[in-house]
């Protein structure tokens, strides 16, 4: 199941997202998973942290959590 995001802006970076979808508590937990390699933006493994996320892009988080930008 995919759940939807809502931005208010043109993009997020994808630290601040994991924050705002509840996936993480702390930009902290955010940095980890992104350098471990647990995150991936439309199929991609995702390393930076300030990448930025617009609407339409697929974020997956360690294989189990998944959810599009609107």
Do not use: C, H, P
Not at 10 to 35: C, M, N, P, R, V
Not at 45 to 66: C, M, Q, W
Request: charged share 35%.
């Amino acid at each position: 199941m995919m759940r939807e995001i809502t931005i208010e802006t043109e993009f997020i970076k994808l630290d601040q997202l994991l924050k705002y979808a509840e996936i993480t508590q702390s930009g902290g937990e955010s940095k980890i998973l992104i350098k471990e390699g647990e995150v991936k933006v439309n199929g991609e493994v995702a390393f930076e942290r300030g990448k930025k996320i617009r609407s339409g892009d697929i974020v997956e988080v360690d294989g189990f959590e998944k959810f599009i930008i609107k």
